[in-house]
């Protein structure tokens, strides 16, 4: 069993930056993909981005490609979301999820197993 813990939410300023941390406890092999998504207030969960812990192969959606950054230490079994200059749309939870023999290009929610409980992000204009 995977267990996804999520911190380093909070409020920030339009164009300011956070980074999230999700570290996940259990099993956890090199063949997982760790992923970011969020859900704003009265939408549907999106796809942010992903890493595959194995050769940390990245892939990333477009409303935050170029702006957010994800990365993993795997002694650590962290997965980190750098998100810079942030923007009023980036409001939302942040969930982190995990699982195993997912094409990294994926965005579907349906691929992953284990997810976190979230962590919230305001960005203020």
């Known amino acids: 069993q995977v267990h996804l813990v999520e911190s380093g939410g909070g409020s920030v300023e339009a164009g300011g930056s956070l980074r999230l941390a999700c570290v996940c406890f259990?099993?956890?092999?090199?063949?997982?993909?760790v992923a970011w998504f969020r859900q704003a207030p009265g939408k549907e969960r999106e796809f942010v981005a992903a890493?595959?812990?194995?050769?940390?192969?990245?892939h990333y959606a477009d409303s935050v490609k170029g702006r957010f950054t994800i990365s993993r230490d795997n002694a650590k079994t962290t997965v980190y979301l750098h998100m810079n200059s942030l923007k009023p749309e980036d409001t939302a939870d942040y969930y982190c999820?995990?699982?195993?023999?997912?094409?990294?290009?994926?965005?579907?929610?349906?691929?992953?197993?284990?997810w976190g409980q979230g962590t919230m992000v305001t960005v203020s204009s």
């Open positions: 890493i595959r812990s194995m050769d940390a192969t990245t």
């Open positions: 259990g099993p956890f092999f090199p063949g997982n993909t």
């Open positions: 999820a995990a699982g195993s023999l997912i094409s990294i290009s994926s965005t579907s929610q349906s691929n992953y197993k284990y």
